[in-house]
């Protein structure tokens, strides 16, 4: 079965510091895996997109890795900030559903930045 | 570009009323596609859409209908409320069906029903 795990379930950290969140994945075959943040009663928001041949992606404070092979990935949040509060969603794209690709949502890691 | 557009916000309905949610984009996306957002699950899609005219099912379609007339419009009908639909509900669109492009998601609709 297709599944999406995250870990931690949630993390509290202090504003400034950096942390680490980890997505486990069983989905095959692969075709992407994302990062979606998601603030409290918002729409989840794209942060990167990975295919197979990436092991590295940024968007500002925001470093996504992948290792296909042990199908992990990270989310690393540089210097965090209070805004960074939110719930970070790994989502992996792979099989073919009917006409579309299907997305598997991991259900999150919910991150507080606090003072 | 307003992105994708979400009505209503909020909503709450009795057990066996019926009503639609609905979803614009204006980025001329071919698909779209719905979801529901529950306490400990992942998001699951319901129904999707690769382009007007064109629907299919996603892997929690009961209860649930959607057409697709136009490209810019994808509403979702609740035919008959039950408690197990309480949840909340997004849209979402993407250039394509099949390659890796970046999906946009609506602000959500929560739905509670009584």
């Known amino acids: 079965k297709n599944q999406v795990e995250q870990s931690p379930q949630s993390l509290i950290i202090l504003e400034g510091k950096n942390c680490t969140l980890q997505?486990?994945?069983?989905?095959?075959?692969?075709?992407?895996l994302r990062w979606y943040k998601q603030d409290t009663g918002r729409g989840p928001v794209s942060l990167t997109i990975?295919?197979?041949?990436?092991n590295t992606k940024s968007n500002g404070r925001y470093t996504a890795t992948l290792d296909a092979d042990t199908k992990q990935s990270s989310l690393h949040i540089t210097a965090s900030q209070l805004s960074d509060s939110a719930s970070y969603i790994c989502?992996?794209?792979?099989?073919?559903?009917?006409?579309?690709?299907?997305?598997?949502f991991g259900t999150g890691t919910r991150l507080q930045v606090t003072l | 570009n307003a992105g994708v557009t979400q009505t209503p916000k909020f909503q709450v309905l009795k057990t066996g009323q019926s009503m639609t949610l609905q979803c614009a984009q204006d980025?001329?996306?071919?698909?779209m596609s719905w979801y529901r957002q529950d306490p400990g699950m992942g998001l699951r899609l319901i129904h999707y859409?690769?382009?007007?005219?064109?629907?299919d099912q996603g892997e929690v379609p009961n209860g649930y209908n959607v057409s697709r007339s136009t490209t810019e419009d994808f509403p979702l009908r609740l035919l008959s409320a039950a408690p197990s639909q309480t949840s909340v509900y997004f849209c979402?669109?993407?250039?394509?069906?099949?390659?890796?492009?970046?999906?946009?998601f609506g602000p959500g609709t929560r739905l509670t029903v009584t």
């Open positions: 979402a669109s993407r250039k394509g069906p099949l390659q890796p492009y970046e999906q946009y």
């Open positions: 980025m001329n996306h071919e698909y």
């Open positions: 997505c486990n994945y069983t989905v095959s075959p692969f075709s992407n």
């Open positions: 989502v992996v794209s792979g099989s073919i559903t009917g006409t579309a690709s299907k997305l598997t």
């Open positions: 859409s690769v382009g007007a005219g064109i629907t």
């Open positions: 990975m295919t197979f041949s990436e």
